[in-house]
């Protein structure tokens, strides 16, 4: 499938998708795919003290809007951060009853190669749940020790601007490098110079399907 028509995120915690693949999203969306958004954890426990627990979830809603996701596309579970793999049989039957709701022709997930524990578990159940699909592996390199970078999927400015807009959206989360503009401006341009292209995210190749 090289022209994705409904494309699947899985998202660990509520920001892994922006953060992963968000210019790719924008770019999608604009070639006019369905995009849905699945998050597993809105981390409450860790949300910073003088917001609500429910912060995390609201700050999704409100950067998957401006990514342009549909707000019915957009799912929240609340299991506890950090503690995925204790639920991963639960997480695969969940993802086993979207499959038919969705049926999504491209999915994107954290890269075999996280090291995170919460990653690594929506790696594996979603590559379980969706091997029918082409699925590609989002790259944050604080949690990569290695990364392969089989795919590039070039974005515009403007998409890559989208992607920025869409993670200012988390307040919560700021002062954290991997939010900085500079530095997500920075990554797309090196994986753009990798290609001869301005602006590009990379991705892992973990299932490639063509029909």
Request: aromatic residues 10%; glycine residues 6%; contains cysteine.
């Amino acid at each position: 499938m090289l022209n994705p028509k409904r494309i699947l995120v899985l998202a660990p915690h509520t920001d892994d998708g922006e953060l992963g693949c968000g210019a790719t999203i924008a770019k999608f969306l604009e070639a006019g795919a369905e995009v849905f958004y699945v998050a597993f954890s809105t981390a409450e426990e860790s949300v910073p003290a003088g917001f609500p627990k429910n912060q995390l979830e609201v700050e999704l809603k409100a950067a998957t809007k401006v990514l342009g996701i549909k707000p019915e596309n957009v799912i929240v579970f609340k299991y506890e951060v950090r503690k995925l793999n204790y639920v991963r049989q639960e997480i695969l039957e969940k993802l086993i009853e979207l499959k038919p709701k969705i049926k999504p022709d491209f999915v994107f997930l954290p890269s075999t190669k996280d090291i995170h524990q919460d990653h690594t578990t929506i790696a594996n159940e979603g590559i379980r749940a969706f091997k029918a699909c082409t699925i590609l592996g989002y790259e944050l390199i604080w949690n990569n020790l290695s990364f392969n970078t089989d795919c590039f999927i070039e974005v515009t400015p403007l998409q890559l601007q989208k992607k920025i807009d869409a993670l200012q959206a988390y307040k919560t989360q700021e002062g954290r490098a991997y939010m900085d503009p500079k530095f997500i401006e920075a990554l797309a341009m090196v994986r753009g110079t990798q290609i001869g292209k301005q602006f590009a995210e990379t991705f892992e190749v973990i299932r490639w399907i063509i029909s």
